[in-house]
């Protein structure tokens, strides 16, 4: 017998109508001869409101209750899955992330994953029942609730996948599948069959929200081979997966696009060492994530150091920066909120020359002004206007041949 981990994200569990639509597919799976694990997110928009909710009450709500609260979302989700798939006369059973024996760190709101002891779920299974798991969530080794990070019932799917060492991990969402761009960005955006985990990684961590970037982080690590597809349609989906010969001759994969991104820089630096190391550390201090980071070549002994954040963060790095730049003798601060972030991404471009020189081109045809630029060795990304993110995107995809 076959062991399927299948999780169902927000909006595939978004009403009573569509849980009992996933009732009745994990039914089919079941009686295909299958043991099967569920996960499920919290219905979609809980999350959300539950946030909202918890600011209604604290302008500064403790990391820890944010987890209590949190978590309640996807535990309403099982209770409901399990009755529907109760009321359709089958055995089913949910089951918390603490009762699943997933253990986390005590980081709340982003635990990682220690380690998971499986016991009950087998316990469930081996007794023929469907097992319903909350994903995002799990619990210390001292017995307090916590949290993944957002996106982390995928998280709990993969890592659940991996302890249960099952057959087939499937992440069933509201599209078929990864595609060459957020199809609501670029309508003609492909479904992509198969892609590695290293650009499954870059395209999550640079935008392309379609899974949480930890969670493929996680499936790479313990080589957890999984499948992106739909939960409304049979339609074969994305099978991310370890790298094999054929994929470098793809040279672009797939464009993310990252909104919401700010762009700082400070003037006037003085040319000496460990004045950037002033500068990020005290940033770090702040707790600040920082993204890009552009140096300007010095000029009569001073340069302009520039760094791209999320837009949130802005009021956290304003006054680190203020006593910094103060501190170094540097001539002042500057924002910029409005820009966004454009990768494209393919592992071919190991092999490939001449990438930047073509985006570059497609960029400046479609008159679109790069504010900053960074490279790894499988992404370029730039730093563009918000405003012309969606049209750029649209450009630099069609450029590259990926629209259907
Ligand atoms: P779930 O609630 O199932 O976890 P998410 O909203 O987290 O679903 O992810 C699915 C969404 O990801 C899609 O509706 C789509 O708009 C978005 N998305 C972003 N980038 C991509 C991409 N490259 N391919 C497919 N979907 C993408
Ligand atoms: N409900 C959580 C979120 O909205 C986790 C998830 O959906 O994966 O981020
Ligand atoms: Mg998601």
Redesign the pocket.
């Known amino acids: 017998m076959a062991t399927i981990v299948q999780?169902y994200?927000?909006t595939s569990v978004g009403s009573p109508e569509r849980i009992k639509s996933v009732a009745r597919r994990v039914l089919e799976t079941q009686q295909a001869g299958n043991k099967v694990v569920v996960v499920v997110?919290?219905m979609?928009g809980?999350?959300?409101s539950l946030i909202k909710l918890s600011r209604e009450v604290s302008d500064q709500p403790s990391e820890r209750e944010m987890d209590v609260l949190?978590s309640t979302?996807?535990q309403t989700s099982t209770a409901l899955l399990a009755m529907a798939l109760q009321g359709m006369g089958a055995k089913a059973v949910s089951l918390t992330g603490a009762q699943a024996g997933i253990v986390t760190d005590g980081a709340h709101t982003k635990a990682k994953i220690f380690n998971i002891t499986p016991g009950q779920i087998q316990d469930h299974l081996d007794g023929g029942a469907v097992v319903i798991v909350a994903?995002?969530q799990g619990q210390t080794a001292q017995g307090a609730i916590t949290?993944?990070?957002?996106?982390?019932?995928?998280?709990?799917a993969i890592a659940l996948a991996g302890a249960l060492k099952a057959d087939k991990c499937e992440i069933c969402t509201d599209v078929d599948g990864v595609y060459t761009c957020d199809p609501r960005i670029v309508p003609d955006a492909r479904k992509i069959d198969t892609i590695s985990y290293e650009e499954m990684l870059e395209m999550a961590s640079s935008g392309s929200k379609i899974m949480?970037s930890r969670s493929v982080e996680f499936a790479s690590k313990f080589d957890v081979l999984f499948e992106v597809r739909s939960s409304f349609n049979q339609n074969p989906g994305t099978i991310v997966k370890e790298e094999t010969p054929g994929m470098e001759d793809v040279v672009i994969r797939g464009v993310s696009i990252e909104r919401n991104q700010a762009k700082i820089t400070i003037e006037g630096v003085p040319d000496k060492t460990g004045t950037a190391a002033k500068i990020f550390n005290a940033l770090a201090a702040a707790h600040v994530v920082v993204d890009v980071i552009v140096q300007t070549a010095p000029h009569e002994g001073k340069t302009d150091i520039s760094f791209t954040t999320n837009k949130d963060e802005l009021e956290k790095a304003g006054p680190a920066l203020e006593a910094v730049a103060a501190g170094i003798g540097a001539r002042g601060v500057t924002q910029t909120a409005g820009v966004a972030k454009l990768s494209v991404v393919g592992i071919g471009m190991r092999t490939h020359s001449g990438v930047a020189a073509k985006l570059f081109d497609l960029l400046a045809t479609g008159g679109f002004n790069i504010q900053m630029i960074s490279t790894s060795e499988i992404k370029i990304a730039v730093i563009l206007d918000e405003d012309s993110i969606a049209e750029a995107a649209k450009a630099v995809h069609a450029g590259f041949g990926l629209a259907g």
């Open positions: 999780k994200g927000g997110s919290a979609s809980v999350t959300d949190l979302g996807e994903g995002f949290t993944l990070g957002r996106g982390g019932s995928d998280l709990t949480q």
